[in-house]
């Protein structure tokens, strides 16, 4: 069970339709959808965006509103072990246009770079400004990944101490991202 702490929002939590809020947002279906949002570096309210709307329709589009959800998943996934990571992300939805981010404590920012002469090409730091990169190439900036989800599946990291030490010690690391789909 979560404990919520409504503070600014004791008002608006204890109206019905912050109690069906706070229901709502605490069932674990949602809760996992929550988790699963930021384990993919996404703002956490982007898991529940289409349920918030389908349940509360435009109840959920007042701004007071939204700021209340917003401090209620706060809550939530702190309790579940998460930290925020970034404020006042840019979201392109309905109902919100501006959310935070969540990662795990033992998560690591890196940055990765593209060759530009050979797009496959990868080199991965800690650093997104003066990067440590290879001189044997050009690099433009590519993306930036904390979880280890993502490592995995977008760069085929599979131990991110190993990472972690690399970087470390080198600077950066280089790997080669392959094709997953051929032509036919």
Known sequence: MFAYSPEKFASLYASELGQRIWAFVTL???VARLETASELSKPAVEGIEEQLLAEFR??????RVKQMV????????EQQGWVLDQADVKVQSV????AARYRRPDWVTFHAFRSTSDPRDVAITD???NAPLPADTRWTYYATFASPLKAAVAFNIGDIRQLRQQVHSHGYQRVRIERMLRRA
């Open 28 to 30: 674990p279906e949602n």
């Open 58 to 63: 435009e109840d959920i589009l007042a701004d």
């Open 70 to 77: 917003g401090h209620m998943v706060r809550q939530i996934l």
């Open 95 to 98: 109902p919100f246009s501006k």
């Open 127 to 129: 650093r997104r400004q």
